[in-house]
């Protein structure tokens, strides 16, 4: 079974300065690793995924994530917060391969608060 | 968007009522999935299906029934619902071809058992 923490449940941040959302995973066997962002009253969206290769992914608006395999990490980055990015993200792992079905295990969110 | 719909979006009941709550897709993804999502839990499986017919319990199953007939849609059901079952359900799908695992999820229905 695998497991997801993610170490801060709220992070406020002012704009345009930088913000780290950490996520810690725990699993026995390879996994896939998966940011999801909600913005309020809305459903979850994709924002960036690890399967395999470079362990430094990165999204369409200016986030990234580093897959950390010996610290079990895969912490998620921004280097300028806007406005916008006021949200909650959620951290997500997966078996890789095999057979899981897919089903994914989250961790608790952490809300994102960007101020002006 | 994987062309998944959620209904309704929006529902009220009352306790000891039954509630099926309906997820729909048009992309012929095998692979369907019904979750929870409540404060300081994140989301939580309750049921997956992997094809008609097919389906397995997930982490919070209890009190929750599915049911997969055909391939666009899967049922999620409260036989008899609780106030502990006031929440968001969120359908999803995993897109599971040249080998990737993504899931992408559905609108979100948020119930409310009083």
């Known amino acids: 079974a695998q497991s997801v923490t993610q170490l801060d449940s709220q992070v406020p941040v002012f704009e345009e300065a930088p913000v780290e959302l950490r996520c810690n995973y725990s699993s026995s066997v390879s996994v896939y690793l998966f940011w999801y962002v909600q913005y309020p009253n809305q459903g979850l969206q994709l924002l960036l995924k690890y399967l395999s290769g470079s362990t430094l992914v990165e999204s369409i608006n200016g986030f990234e994530a580093e897959f950390n395999k010996s610290q079990t990490s895969f912490h998620l980055r921004k280097p300028s917060v806007h406005i916008s990015d006021t949200a909650e993200y959620f951290c997500a792992v997966n078996r890789a391969g095999g057979t899981s079905y897919g089903k994914l295990t989250f961790g608790q969110g952490t809300i994102l608060t960007v101020h002006p | 968007d994987a062309g998944i719909t959620q209904s309704p979006r929006h529902k009220v009941t009352e306790t000891g009522t039954p509630v099926t709550l309906r997820c729909h897709q048009t992309e012929n993804h095998r692979y369907m999935y019904w979750y929870r999502q409540d404060p300081g839990h994140g989301l939580r499986l309750i049921h997956y299906?992997?094809?008609?017919?097919?389906?397995d319990k997930g982490e919070v199953s209890d009190g929750y029934s599915v049911s997969r007939s055909k391939t666009e849609d899967f049922l999620l059901t409260l036989e008899s619902a609780t106030s502990s079952q006031t929440s968001v359900y969120f359908c999803?799908?995993?897109?599971?071809?040249?080998?990737?695992?993504?899931?992408?999820f559905g609108p979100g229905t948020r119930l409310t058992v009083l």
């Open positions: 999803a799908i995993t897109e599971r071809g040249s080998g990737e695992d993504t899931q992408y």
């Open positions: 299906s992997y094809g008609v017919k097919d389906t």
